[in-house]
C-alpha cells in the first residue's frame, strides 16, 4: 500500500477512535508491506495492539481488516451457515467480539457498503477498540469492544453519522463479576458510570 493511503487512513481509524498518544509507526510499518490481489473484500493484517492509560480508564486499539472497497459488490450477506457460526463462536466465548461477524455486519450494511464503493481510495482499514473502565476504584470494571471502521474521505455529516451508527451497534459490553467478564448491557454500563 502507498504510504500516503496507509498515513491517511492510520489516521482516520486513531481519530475515529478519539484515543491519543499512540505510535503510529508500528501500523503504518504492517501496511507498507500490505498488497491486495483484489480477490476478496476483507484481508487480515497482523493487528498490533496499542494501550494507553489514563486516570480510571485503560484503551487498546489494532488494525484487524484492510478492506477492500474495490470488491465490496461482491461481498455477500451472510449465509446461514456463518450467522450460526458466528452465534455459536458468540456462545462459546461468552458473547466475545468476533472480528469476522463484524466483516459480516458491515458487509450487510448497504448504506455503508455504497459508501465504501464510491470511495475515491482503494482501501478502508477495520480496527477493534477496547476499553476498561471504573467510576471509582472499588466500582464495577467494565470492558467495552467495538469496531473502528476509517472509510477515507467521508463525503458529509450524514455519512459520518452512519458509520457511527453501525461501530455502536457493533459493540459489545463486559462487567467484572467474581474475577470474569460477564456479558452486560449498554443501558447498564451508562448507569453505573452515573
Do not use: C
Amino acid at each position: 500500500m502507498e504510504r500516503e493511503l496507509a498515513e491517511m487512513l492510520v489516521e482516520k481509524m486513531v481519530g475515529m477512535s478519539g484515543i491519543t498518544g499512540l505510535d503510529k509507526n508500528p501500523w503504518l510499518n504492517t501496511l507498507d508491506f500490505f498488497e491486495s490481489d483484489h480477490s476478496q473484500f476483507a484481508y487480515s493484517v497482523n493487528h498490533s495492539k496499542q494501550r494507553v492509560k489514563t486516570t480510571g480508564r485503560e484503551d487498546q486499539l489494532s488494525i484487524r481488516r484492510v478492506l477492500d472497497n474495490l470488491n465490496v459488490e461482491q461481498a455477500q450477506n451472510p449465509s446461514p451457515f456463518e450467522m450460526l457460526s458466528d452465534f455459536v463462536f458468540s456462545a462459546i466465548r461468552n458473547g466475545a467480539y468476533n472480528t469476522d461477524s463484524v466483516v459480516n455486519s458491515l458487509q450487510s450494511n448497504e448504506y455503508i457498503s455504497e459508501m465504501m464503493k464510491n470511495s475515491d481510495h482503494p482501501y478502508s482499514l477495520l480496527g477493534k477498540m477496547t476499553s476498561w473502565t471504573r467510576r471509582t476504584p472499588r466500582s464495577d470494571l467494565y470492558r467495552i469492544e467495538g469496531p473502528i471502521l476509517a472509510i477515507p474521505f467521508v463525503k458529509n455529516n450524514i455519512d459520518e453519522l452512519a458509520v457511527f451508527d453501525w461501530m455502536s451497534s457493533n459493540k459489545k459490553y463486559f462487567r467484572e463479576e467474581h474475577g470474569r467478564m460477564i456479558p452486560s448491557s449498554k443501558e447498564e454500563f451508562v448507569r453505573s458510570t452515573k
